[in-house]
């Protein structure tokens, strides 16, 4: 089983310009999570979205940063304009459930490693 | 404060050793709590998951969770140098659309 997919896997920008990153979760995976983990930091969330409804997005500042999850499977978080302070690791993460309370963790993508100068 | 806190470190240990990594999270409500293993440059992977009181044990790693005094615990026998990473606890809370918060890590080396 192929687990969560992410691209690229580093990106080197200059401020002030866009930039995207891709995840496709874990097959059947109906909840996706787009997580930044700055150094010696534990990731913090983005977004949660439940299939294609973004259920919690009280954490992205929305004045740079969207998402979406169209048709509720793959997903893209764009950040625009980048701004030095953006410099990060963008995990994307999918798991199975929903609203019940968590039966299991999530299964992380391999990451992308942002850097803006 | 913060919902999880960990200890930075890092907490060195001889190999063979018992490393004993420790969490406290700040929601009384919180329900499923996680451990995940973080090698440098890698994203974190789960290695354990507790949901009652007591311990869980799973091969070198067991997980003890205490909701009264709201600790989490993993403690790593026979360390290897292998074990040497970043452990990141994770707290579930029920409120706010099933809401996980992580703690900042404490990273582990284990000497050979």
């Known amino acids: 089983e192929a687990g969560v997919v992410q691209s690229p896997r580093y990106k080197i920008i200059e401020k002030k310009q866009p930039v995207a990153f891709w995840c496709n979760p874990i097959s059947g995976h109906n909840t996706l999570y787009w997580y930044l983990q700055n150094l010696g930091q534990g990731p913090e969330l983005l977004i949660r979205y439940e299939n294609e409804e973004a259920v919690d997005d009280s954490q992205l500042p929305k004045d740079r940063f969207s998402a979406e999850r169209l048709k509720g499977v793959d997903s893209t978080l764009k950040i625009q304009p980048a701004e030095l302070g953006d410099s990060a690791v963008y995990l994307c993460a999918s798991s199975l459930f929903g609203r019940r309370p968590s039966c299991g963790g999530y299964t992380f993508g391999s990451g992308t490693r942002l850097t803006v100068v | 404060q913060k919902e999880v806190e960990q200890n930075s470190g890092p907490l060195s240990v001889p190999e063979g050793a018992i490393a004993s990594l420790n969490c406290t999270y700040s929601?009384?409500?919180?329900?499923?709590f996680f451990w995940y293993r973080q090698y440098s440059g890698k994203s974190p992977e789960l290695i354990m998951s507790i949901y009652s009181n007591g311990d869980k044990e799973d091969g070198r790693f067991t997980a003890q969770l205490n909701k009264a005094s709201q600790y989490v615990s993993l403690l790593i026998r026979d360390s290897q140098p292998s074990d040497s990473a970043t452990y990141l606890c994770a707290v579930n809370t029920p409120f706010g659309f099933n809401k996980f918060y992580f703690g900042s890590g404490t990273k582990l080396n284990v000497k050979p």
């Open positions: 929601d009384r409500v919180s329900q499923s």
